[in-house]
């Protein structure tokens, strides 16, 4: 296999996710901040191939953002509501349907712009430090509606999301509080599918590097592993525990 690199998805030229990429309009505007760290050691990109399929966003890669002049760009222009998406007490959880007329209030008439660390909990707890402007942003979070498909990485605790599904879940909370519209919900998730299936089967063909003896496990059926020395937690918002009533 060639070993040349498509230097637009990241993936080696013969796989090159390029062509299956349908560009997806959003009214929000997705800003991926993306940590070095995750940039060599995340294959699968998510990030990345989100990116790709939005034109409305756009990646920075880097640890500290108060120097970089896009994304300070974006914070100073009046025209933006600047938001991060980091789940907490003080976030607004846009699932919610009793949070949306303050959140809609706040945004008016400007462009919703949404921040994303691409990163582990870690890796996106560092980001913050280091840049005390993305600190001050409005947080914003979810729920998310399903479990997270992801079977390659161990996702280390129940419900840590990939950037591509928390892009996807945003995008219906966002959609159901008639902020933007998402009309096809399932490219992202098919893309992700697509992109699981085939690192399954380079996972288990044994004349590649990295062959996997054991099967991948269900990951509903994984053992959360919080605090496990390693563990690379996402930061990203998890599904709810039983949802009560559903309207
Ligand atoms: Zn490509």
């Known amino acids: 296999m060639s070993r040349e690199t498509c230097y637009r998805c990241f993936w080696p030229r013969s796989l090159c996710w390029c062509p299956s ?15 070095p760290k995750e940039f060599k050691q995340e294959k699968a990109a998510t990030g990345r191939l989100t990116h790709l399929c939005l034109p409305n966003s756009e990646l920075h890669m880097g ?21 991060l998406l980091y789940p907490g007490k003080e976030a607004v959880n846009l699932s919610l349907p009793a949070a949306i007329p303050g959140f809609a209030a706040a945004l ?31 947080r914003i979070m979810f729920t998310a509606t399903a479990p997270s498909r992801y079977v390659i990485k161990q996702q280390p605790q129940a419900g840590c999301l990939s ?3 928390a892009t996807h879940e945003l995008l219906l909370a966002l959609t159901r509080a008639g902020l933007d519209d998402y009309p096809l919900p399932e490219q992202l998730l098919a893309l992700f599918q697509r992109m699981q299936d085939f690192q399954i ?43 009560g009533t559903s309207g």
């Open 201 to 243: 089967r380079c996972a288990r063909d044994p004349a590649r590097a990295g062959y996997r003896r054991r099967p991948y496990s269900d990951p509903a059926a994984r053992v959360p592993a919080c605090g496990r020395s390693g563990a690379r937690n996402r930061y990203l918002p998890g599904p709810a525990p039983v949802a």
């Open 163 to 165: 950037t591509l599904e």
């Open 108 to 138: 008016g008439p400007r462009r919703l712009v949404v921040f994303l660390l691409d990163a582990t909990w870690a890796g996106a707890r560092k980001m913050l430090r280091l840049s005390p402007s993305l600190q001050r942003l409005p």
């Open 21 to 35: 990429l349908v560009a997806m309009p959003t009214r929000t505007r997705f800003v991926f901040l993306m940590h």
């Open 63 to 83: 640890i500290g953002f108060d120097a970089d002049e896009s994304v300070q760009a974006l914070i100073r222009d009046p025209h933006n509501h600047c938001v």
